[in-house]
């Protein structure tokens, strides 16, 4: 296009103004409801607004360095019971295993159900399975995890005990957390799948390149923001949760290892987490150390709103035109997704 | 002149520059030039070699309880260009996807009759081998959302199942091959890591014909391959039609009677699933024998 001659331009039309209206010929359902959704977005905005800055208010006062680097220790007194470094490298351990078994195993089953669903009865009742795993309550899965780890096989997991297994461990407890960010990571790829058009997989078999060749190399490439933003999805639903904690993790001060080997001593060890060490320490529960309770509800307060913001990032990519390393695969998803212009 | 012809054909002149509007001519045609001269665009020579590759012994075809194809009888052979015509739904574009057992993918699809690819059955040879001789290029500009050179170095036979993002002098030079062999490269050459998406839909076009033709094939199916795509992008691609059918045979199935015409050795018309007509171009075109046909290609058909 570097031949064409350029003329004067015109000069561009004003932009009409928009066009008028008034609330007030609306019918008066119409107006209620739109009031409504007035009141209750700015509610819902003032209720977030506030727990941020209430937490940050009551936090940040009580949060002191060394509460990132000592260990929690049992003491009446406030000065001696420590920090919650042990706390935050529970949340760490129960997060990485988690995922470590959710994503993989979220991803496969989504790509099954979107690209291979043979037989249909099976992949109906996988469907109905995994909809009945996202709505079961996690101590409900917690109570029915603790049946199944403290059998007495299961016992590598944990610390053996007489009756057979402890069936408190990071292990157990982090097993069951997959249980819990699986449904998260199979609907996303399930959902994004599903929105990729069919010419790209034909495509793709017009070349003579196999099913597994497609999806490997062409299909999953192409949802990777929205797998993405599943599996950080049930990251901050592992970390938000108690429930699981409580029952499969032990709820020790400290996180004690079994046995002499480093990592899988404390693998199978138990230990607390972020969640568990606020319950106990808050007014409701046993430690009545409220200024650590919020200090560490701050912390983890900022590790969710930190992680709502990396889905956001992802999942909604940058503005078209913007270079970063996510932009190029969140362009092409919306290229794929709408009709190519 | 018999009112039986064809309307005349229109030739864009398209050069090394396409932007540049071609000279008037003195008829006043606009920007495109009238060509007094041969009605094809074919080029003097006839290729040297004429080789049947494929044969269909009576097939139909149907989708479900629906036959769509009814018993046709057909030769593809390289060095000539095979067009497919017909109204819609008379099971063109079923009948070139049944060529590299596309239609499979689609549920419920049942054929009959015999289908030879250099005389083997195409049931007897592997199916992605299949699909890897015998290309296809959609009606829908289809590009992976991948870079250009992702896009084309993904079809290169050798590298199917390997690990993506390697890239040898090898396989940079088998990409730029195709991609030159699709008339892209001079267009793309300066930055083959952009997006394949954000071509325009005649490049893109040519991508995925670039992509068809990296996987070596032996025949290249075109669906259709200009109705989303402007004049000029259409003449682009139809010049590289006539140049490749040299290698490789080629099927069109086009909707657009002057294509046809234009890039066509051999043509069959089809309707409602039956082959009406089928010979070379010049006896369907000027000669036709059915009355179906003549009605279609003058354009009373109803």
New interface residues.
């Given amino acids: 296009?570097?031949?064409?001659a350029t003329s004067p331009q015109p000069v561009p039309p004003q932009a009409l103004p928009a066009p008028r209206e008034r609330v007030s010929s609306w019918p008066l359902i119409d107006r209620i409801c739109y009031w409504l959704c007035w009141v209750t977005g700015i509610g819902l905005c003032v209720i977030a607004v506030g727990i941020v800055l209430y937490m940050f208010v009551k936090g940040i006062g009580y949060l002191r360095p060394e509460l990132f680097v000592k260990s929690p220790s049992a003491s009446l007194r406030q000065t001696q019971s420590g920090g919650f470094l042990d706390p935050i490298i529970g949340t760490l351990i129960v997060t990485a295993i988690g995922t470590a078994v959710a994503a993989p195993t979220g991803i496969a089953l989504g790509v099954w159900l979107s690209e291979y669903r043979r037989p249909r009865w099976l992949a109906r009742v996988v469907g109905s399975s995994i909809e009945i795993l996202a709505g079961v309550p996690s101590i409900v899965l917690a109570l029915f995890g603790l049946l199944i780890v403290s059998q007495g096989f299961l016992s590598f997991l944990s610390q053996g005990s007489p009756q057979g297994s402890l069936g408190e461990s990071f292990l157990d407890a982090g097993l069951f957390m997959a249980l819990l960010a699986m449904p998260l990571i199979v609907a996303a790829t399930y959902e994004a799948l599903e929105q990729v058009p069919n010419?790209?997989r034909?495509?793709?078999?017009?070349?003579?390149?196999?099913r597994i060749?497609t999806i490997r190399?062409?299909l999953l490439?192409?949802i990777r923001p929205s797998m993405a933003g599943g599996v950080v999805l049930g990251m901050g639903r592992i970390i938000g949760d108690t429930a699981i904690v409580t029952v499969l993790l032990g709820l020790t001060l400290k996180n004690e290892s079994v046995g002499s080997t480093p990592i899988i001593g404390t693998l199978r060890g138990t230990g607390s987490t972020l969640t568990s060490y606020v319950y106990y320490n808050s007014p409701a529960g046993e430690g009545n150390s409220h200024e650590k309770a919020y200090a560490a509800a701050f912390v983890l307060l900022m590790i969710v709103l930190l992680l709502n913001a990396i889905v956001t990032r992802i999942t909604r990519g940058s503005e078209p035109g913007a270079r970063s390393w996510w932009s190029?695969f969140s362009?092409?998803?919306r290229?794929?997704a709408g009709p190519?212009s | 002149m018999d009112p039986l012809m064809p309307p005349p054909i229109r030739r864009i002149v398209v050069d090394r520059d396409p932007n540049v509007a071609p000279p008037t001519a003195s008829n006043g045609g606009g920007a495109a030039t009238a060509l007094a001269g041969p009605r094809k665009r074919r080029p003097a020579s006839t290729p040297a070699l004429v080789q049947e590759r494929m044969r269909l012994e009576s097939v139909w075809l149907a989708y479900g309880s629906n036959w769509v194809v009814r018993d046709v009888s057909m030769t593809v052979r390289q060095g000539e260009v095979l067009a497919l015509i017909g109204a819609s739904g008379s099971g063109k574009t079923t009948l070139l996807r049944s060529l590299n057992r596309l239609t499979e993918v689609t549920e419920g699809a049942a054929r009959s009759g015999r289908i030879t690819l250099d005389d083997a059955d195409i049931h007897e040879v592997e199916v992605n081998e299949l699909r890897r001789r015998v290309t296809m290029v959609f009606q829908q500009p289809n590009p992976f959302p991948m870079t250009i050179f992702d896009n084309v170095a993904y079809a290169l036979a050798e590298r199917n199942g390997r690990r993506r993002r390697r890239r040898t002098p090898g396989i940079e030079a088998a990409v730029e091959d195709a991609l030159r062999r699709a008339g892209l490269y001079e267009e793309v050459a300066g930055d083959l890591d952009r997006s394949a998406l954000a071509l325009s839909g005649g490049q893109q076009q040519r991508l995925c014909i670039a992509r068809a033709l990296a996987a070596k094939p032996e025949v290249l199916l075109l669906d259709e391959p200009c109705s989303a795509l402007d004049p000029i992008s259409t003449a682009t691609i139809e010049e590289l039609i006539v140049q490749l059918r040299e290698t490789i045979a080629i099927v069109i199935v086009t909707h657009n009677l002057q294509q046809a015409f234009r890039v066509a050795d051999e043509v069959a018309f089809m309707h409602l699933g039956e082959l009406v007509e089928y010979g070379s171009s010049e006896q369907v075109f000027d000669h036709p024998r059915q009355q179906r046909t003549r009605d279609y290609i003058s354009g009373d058909f109803g």
């Fill in positions: 296009m570097a031949s064409v010419r790209v034909e495509a793709s078999c017009a070349l003579g390149k196999t060749t190399r062409v490439p192409s190029r362009i092409q998803v290229s794929i190519s």
